[in-house]
Structure formats: C-alpha cells, structure tokens
C-alpha cells in the first residue's frame, strides 16, 4: 500500500515537473507569437502606407490601383508573419505554404474569368488609354467614362444610360477615344453641278469657315474637288477645331452652307451681291458628318 503511494507521488511529481518545464517552454513561445503579432501588425500597416505614399506621388498611377497594390502587399506581409508564429510552436509551416499554394491555384482555376478582368482593369489604369469623363467607344460599347474600376468600368450612354462593362471585354479590343486629343478634325462635302461656278462654291465654303472663330487656323481650313460623279463634282471643306467644340460646329457649319447656298442670296455670308452657287437640282446638298457623340 506505502509502495503504491510512493508511486502515485512520484508519477504526481514528475507530471507536474513536466507540466511545468512544458509551460515554461511554450509561455516564451507564446509570449514570443504575441510579440511577433504585433511588431508583424504594425510593420505591414508601415509598410503599407510608405508604399501608397510612394505610389502616390509616381506620375500616372491610378489611386485604385496605388491602394489595390497596397493592400495586396499589405495581406502578404500579414500572412508572412502568420505563417513564421506557426513555425513558434513547431507547426510545419512548409505544409502550411504547399497548402495554400494548392488553395491558391484552385481559386485562381475557380474566379479565372474575375482574375481576368482584374488583370485587365490593372493594365487600364497603367497604360491610361481612357480617364473619367471621356467619350470612348470600342466594338460592344461606347458612352462617357464614369468609373475605372478593378473589375469593371462604368460608363454613361450618350442617351443617358447606365452601362457596366467588364475590363477584360475593354481591353481586348481596340478603343477609340474621341476626346484625348485637343483638336480634331471635320470634314463636309457637298455636291455642285458641272454648269455652276465650281469656284464661287470653294470660295463660299473657306469664307465659312473663316468667318467661324472656332475653326483652327493652324492647321488652316482647306477647300478642294473631293470626286467627280456623273452630273455633279464633290466639293469638300475640311477644317480643324479644338475638340470641345467639334460636335456643336459640324452641325452649325451644316445649317450655315446650307443657308450660303441657298436661292436666297441675302442669306450668302460672304457676299450679299454674288449670285450664290446652285447644285443640279439649284440647292446646294451637304452631307452631314458621321454623328459622334461627345
């Protein structure tokens, strides 16, 4: 019976003096991952906003892609110091990293078509071939820039409409920009018969665009024989302007030749006493030029 208490104590004994060996072990442990917790919390969060600073200030970078950068350093850092408090308590952190790599692929085969309008919308806002608030237009969608997003861009129709497209459909076509350029061109065209005075109707056409301040003079307007047809000789007027004001000038410049060359001669803006030029059918006809909207 002593015997058997001995033995009790004893077992008692040694398993507290393990206990306590394993607690004096794995407190430094402990208090070690708590340590590196925190120094790993606070050195991602400095690292974090030294990185959007710097990016912040580098010309052409997009503050959704400066903050999406950030945070993805930011996540990484984090899962770093994870990983190395799991390695405190001698956790296998290779299996660990093999696992998420695995998890990783599996999410990146399962969002492959999300990847790749974030992937697209990273390039959009790097190279910048549209910024918010221009006109753009691509071969499925065209309207006012809204919103670059990472996974879509938000546009507006030129009839008022909401539009969402997805980056990875931007970027895989070729996008016309129609307001990137400070100036633009427009050119209009107009029919005169053979028996009129071909002439007299270029002469009108440059005085009108001479006589609009809107119209550039550098490159200056140019008046010339575009084709001959059958019974009528096409004249075409061709001139520059800043790009604000092409859409509203193409449509007062199509009135005005219109009026220049009407039987009215009161209505000629250049000289009230010329007779004005006639087209075979004894008006002038212009053709409009392709509506874009602005």
Do not use: C
């Not at 190279?127 to 919103?147: D, M, N, Q, W």
């Not at 030129?158 to 997805?166: E, F, I, N």
């Amino acid at each position: 019976m002593e015997q058997q208490a001995a033995d009790v104590l004893l077992a008692t004994q040694t398993a507290l003096s393990q206990a306590s060996a394993l607690a004096v072990q794995y407190s430094f442990s402990v208090l070690g991952a708590v340590i590196l917790l925190v120094l790993g919390w606070a050195l991602a969060g400095f690292t974090s906003r030294w990185a959007y600073e710097g990016l912040s200030r580098v010309h052409g970078i997009d503050e959704t892609l400066a903050r999406f950068f950030t945070n993805v350093l930011r996540y990484a850092l984090l899962i770093l110091v994870f990983i190395t408090v799991l390695g405190q308590f001698g956790v296998q952190t290779a299996s660990i990293i093999a696992t998420l790599g695995a998890a990783g692929l599996a999410i990146g085969l399962a969002l492959q078509g999300t990847l790749q309008n974030i992937a697209a919308g990273i390039m959009l806002l790097i190279l910048r071939p549209f910024r918010v608030g221009e006109y753009i237009e691509t071969s499925s969608v065209a309207g006012t820039v809204r919103e670059i997003g990472l996974f879509a861009t938000e546009l507006k129709t030129g009839d008022g409409l909401y539009r969402l497209a997805p980056n990875s459909t931007l970027w895989n076509t070729p996008i016309t920009n129609f307001t990137r350029e400070p100036t633009r061109r427009n050119e209009l065209k107009i029919s005169v018969a053979y028996a009129d005075d071909i002439d007299l109707a270029m002469e009108r056409l440059m005085n009108l665009a001479k006589a609009d301040s809107r119209v550039l003079t550098s490159p200056a307007p140019s008046v010339f024989i575009d084709s001959l047809g059958d019974g009528t000789i096409s004249v075409a007027l061709r001139y520059w302007a800043k790009t604000g004001d092409w859409w509203q000038i193409s449509r007062d410049m199509v009135k005005r030749v219109k009026l220049a060359f009407d039987d009215n001669p009161d209505a000629a803006p250049d000289d009230s006493d010329a007779a004005p030029a006639k087209t075979s059918n004894g008006k002038a006809t212009a053709e409009k030029p392709t509506p874009t909207r602005q």
